[in-house]
Nanobody, 117 residues
Framework: QVQLVESGGGLVQPGGSLRLSCAAS????????MGWYRQAPGKQRELVAE???????SYANSVKGRFTVSGDNAKVTVDLQMNNLKPEDTAVYYC???????????WGKGTLVTVSP
């Protein structure tokens, strides 16, 4: 079965930058969107950034102007450039690929991002 593999998480100081990368181990067809979610301790998982098949992007209000999502549907890769990180960005970040025609979501195992002085 195809799996998503994430990398790039780690510890960074406030104001710093980090780049997360995600790649599928195999081909996924009929992709509608790819993106990144995050889940902080005691909180629900939330959408951070998403890119659709036509290249349009959307972001959570809390990260607009600081995060940039990019991807390639054919290669099934999606990256998240995170700049000017804040302590409230601390969370486990999950890569997501939506195959909505089949009602299916692929998820990575998550990578921890910690923003702390």
């Amino acid at each position: 079965q195809v799996q998503l593999v994430e990398s790039g998480g780690g510890l960074v100081q406030p104001g710093g930058s980090l780049r997360l990368s995600c790649a599928a181990s195999g081909t996924i067809f009929s992709i509608n969107a790819m993106g990144w979610y995050r889940q902080a301790p005691g909180k629900q998982r939330e959408l951070v950034a998403e890119i659709t098949t036509d290249g349009s992007t959307s972001y959570a209000n809390s990260v607009k102007g600081r995060f940039t999502v990019s991807g390639d549907n054919a290669k099934v890769t999606v990256d998240l450039q995170m700049n000017n990180l804040k302590p409230e960005d601390t969370a486990v970040y999950y890569c997501n690929v939506a195959q909505r025609a089949y009602g299916k979501n692929y998820w990575g195992k998550g990578t921890l991002v910690t923003v702390s002085p």
